[in-house]
């Protein structure tokens, strides 16, 4: 990863922003008028920057342990996608998150997640792996 890249500003929000905990950075990092689209909201995209700063103080406040992990990134052009866990004390937090870059921020982004309970990913067998792509 070469400094001052895309892939490197998606990193710090996951590692520092959501890692550390630290709503500080959000600024920084992503435009104010940031476009979040995500199932979670359904057909609507959230605009601006404060359900990102809600999301960091949420695991601040109501989670123990909190970790993130990248687990893989791609970047082409503007766009980068990151698959990313964010690990707590009774959940882990799978999921892609696909970023636009435009002028050193992020400008927009679209996400897919799942928590899942740590007994379930326990319980881990390979006929559950193959049903997952059938």
Request: charged share 25%.
């Amino acid at each position: 990863m070469q400094a001052g890249s895309n892939q490197e500003l998606v990193s710090r929000f996951f590692l520092q922003g959501i890692g550390e905990p630290n709503p500080d950075i959000v600024d920084d990092i992503f435009a104010s008028n940031h476009v979040l689209s995500s199932p979670e909201f359904g057909m609507d995209a959230e605009r601006g920057t404060q359900v990102i700063k809600d999301a960091i103080e949420g695991f601040s406040t109501e989670a123990a342990g909190v970790s993130c992990t990248i687990e893989n990134q791609i970047e082409e052009g503007d766009w980068v996608a990151t698959s990313y866990t964010i690990s707590e004390e009774q959940h882990d937090h799978m999921g892609i998150m696909i970023s636009r870059i435009e002028n050193g921020k992020i400008a927009e982004s679209h996400v897919v997640a799942r928590t899942v309970a740590k007994e379930d990913l326990e319980a881990h067998t390979p006929a559950r792996g193959r049903r997952a792509f059938n």
